[in-house]
Structures are given as C-alpha cells and as structure tokens.
C-alpha cells in the first residue's frame, strides 16, 4: 500500500491493452486496484497483457465462455471489494454487467462513493420507457460518472445525473504506443509492406466482423469506388473476425472484387500501428458505435477519416473536411462517393488532414481518462450518499437477481452497458 495515493478500485470485464493503459496513467494519482471479471473473453482474441507495476489486479474467474457464471461473480466481487482497504472509490463499467451492477450494491451498503464509467448514448438502440425509468433509479445510486464524450453525457443527464458530477474521458489509447509504431513502420515501408502482404495504396478498416459493424455496405461501397474510379483504385484491407466472416467473403465475391479486399484476420496490439501506418486513409462505417476505439487509433497513427455518424466519437474527434468526413451508415453511394473524394486528394492534402488528427486525439490521451476518473473520484466524494433510497437499492437487488437467473443462450453477448 502506498499511504501517500488514495486506494481505488476500478472494474472492466476484462483487461486489455485499452484498459492497461489508462489505468497506468490513473495510477500516478491513485493507487489502483484493477478488477477484472474474466481473464479471456469470447469477443476478443488479444494476447493477456501484462500488469503495470503501479496497478495491482485482480482476476475473478478464468474465461467468460458457455456459461457466464454470474452469480459466482458476483459473490467473488463483494469478496474482493472486502478484501481491499482502506477504499476511497470504486469505479464501475455501466450499469448492464450484473457485476458491475454487485458492486454497485456493495458500494451503497458500506456507504462507499461510486464512479459509474460508460459510452451509452440515447440514440445508440430504441428505448423503453420503463427499462430508462429503471435506469434512473439505479443511477441515483451512483455519485459521479466518467463519460466517453458529448452524447453520452447528454444521456446522463436525461438519466438524472448532475451536470457538476459527470466527467469525460473515459474512451482514450495509448496515442504513444499507434504514433510511435506507425512512425517506425513509415521508416521502413517496403520490409513492413511486404512482411504483412500489404498493398501500395489502400483504405484501412478494422473491426469485429458483426451486423452492427455494417461491413457488408462498406463493401457495396467499396465495390461502387472501384467502378467509379478513373485508375485502379485502392485496395480495402479490413481487419478483424467473427461470425461474418464467410458471408463477407461471399460478398467479396459476388461484387468482383474479392483481389482488392485483404482480409489479414484478427490483429495483435503490437501489430495493429503498422497496418495503420502504410494506410491512406481510415474507414469506420458502423450502424451502432457507442465511441469508436478504432478512431482513435486511426489519428494517433496519423490518419484521416471516413467515419459513420452513428459513431459516438464523431462530436469530439472529427472536424468535418479537415480531418475528415463523415457520412451516414446507410447510404451505400455517399460512402463510396467519400472514398473516391479522399483517394483523389493530393498526398499533401491527405497530410494536412493526417496532422489535424493528431492534433485532435492529442487531446484525449490516456492522461484524459486519468484526469476524468481523479475528477469523478473527488465530486463523488463530495456528492450525498444514497443509502436511504428504498426503491432505488430494491431496483437493484431485482435487477441482479433477474440478470443472474437468465439462461445463459438469452444474456446479451456483450458486456457494454447500453
């Protein structure tokens, strides 16, 4: 224990090169204790990352495959939130994750200030009136929240948050780690282009091969780029896997352009800066994107954009024409029309918009996430505690119960608290 550094606890789902990262920078202001609910996870294949020495981690259980094990994590987070003390705050991912959701009960029973952190936006699914009634009474059992950006404090607020305790910053990267690897790739184009395989000139995408993502009309529009372009055109290197995988290539086929799509699978940490780096431009065409991680990385490698309106980094991270353009989801001829705009800029035209992006994620390095949860920590200190709130902590305790006792086939498959 470190006696001159407050003592908080942080949960995430499981940790992985994002969370390790902010959470080192969080700890040259707290002494933090990093919760994970499970080492590997069914929706991300990244290699187990280490432990910073200034963070101590906690591991609740092995995996999270077949069978979620809620109510065995739920007893396994109240043991280890008894273990730690003394405890100034403990930080929560959402309000959806049933261990979150313990840990919220266990904060309002030892009277403990609670942090909630999240990316939910209103527009990012249709809501019920009843589930975002429910969702004001858990929150009222909260004392402060680190947001992501604009939209997702606005829905704070319309969920009954105080403006004075909500604080953004919760989505940033490792800017270093995708500036200085992309910087190293550049420095060696020609070996890295022809390790990875990687085409001369191409539009870089990378995401998990899911509906949502929309991957199927970026392809329609890819496929109208490459009949509208008056050369070759850029290739389309799309990163990532899952369940569409064999429809997308199917899609590839179908729309003759199965040579120009590279599908190199899913990327390492390490790995991801160099496909960034030979790159000409970034695509992110998602119909649901709570933030956007992808963008980030994308301006920290130095990169401009072609990204969904949907995504909900779009208010901070994307000047419109200057660092980039964004375009909606579902219009197959404005996206394809975009691409052919920013494959025909001049290099030095794609530069000026490259460096307008590192100039922009700049400002939302991993020191924002650490400023945004020492924020939050110190106003959910001040904010009145919740104990006395019946229906509120009744809410909760049901909400547990019913989230732990769904069939397994019937939770939702992520754990994002939308």
Sequence with gaps: MNPDKPRVAV???????YHVARLRAAARSFEVI???QSAETAEYGWQKVATPE????LTLSANDWGH????KSIDQIAKALNSITPLRAVAIPGWSNPTALAALRWCVAQNMPCVVMTESGASDKSRSRSSEW?????LTLCSAALAGGSRHRDYLLELGIKRDRIFLGYDAVDNDHFECGAQAARTNADGVRARLSLPEKYFLASARFLPKKNLVTLLRAY?????RSPALGWDLVLLGDGPLRSQLVAECESLRII???HLPGFVQYDELPMYYALAGAFVHASISEPWGLVVNEAMASGLPLIVSRKCGCVPELLEEARNGFSFSPEDVYELATLLLRMATFSDAERELMARRSGKIIGSWSVERFANGLRDAVTAAECAPRKSKLATARFLLSGLILARTAMPSWFKPASSRNV
């Design 34 to 36: 990093a919760i994970e």
């Design 54 to 57: 200034s963070v101590t981690r």
């Design 68 to 71: 979620r094990r809620d109510a």
């Design 134 to 138: 429910i969702k004001t009474q858990i």
């Design 11 to 17: 949960i995430f789902h499981r940790l992985g090169p």
């Design 259 to 261: 040579g120009k799509v």
């Design 223 to 227: 496929a109208d780029y490459v009949r």
